[in-house]
């Protein structure tokens, strides 16, 4: 006997799997990356102009900012 998902998969049914690179025109990389009705865009640029007194050659930094399809952030 096969149980149904909400999704109308069966057990033995799997998502759909899809990626693209390059999608956006205005970074140095991007890629989405979706697994059935999941998706995630990720996104490089840079490198930022730096200050020569904040200057350090050993360090990076790296900023996330993550955004729902829906709702409000948190929630």
């Known amino acids: ?11 033995a049914d799997i998502r759909s799997l899809t990626m693209r690179m390059s999608i956006l025109s205005r970074s140095d990389g991007s890629a989405q990356f979706s697994f059935g009705d999941l998706k995630a865009l990720g996104a490089v640029t ?11 050659p050993t ?11 829906c709702g409000l952030p948190g929630a």
């Open 59 to 69: 360090e990076a930094f790296v900023d996330v900012i993550v955004v729902p399809v």
């Open 1 to 11: 006997m096969s149980i149904m998902r909400s999704d109308s998969r069966t057990e």
């Open 46 to 56: 840079g490198p930022a102009e730096v200050r020569i007194r904040d200057e350090k």
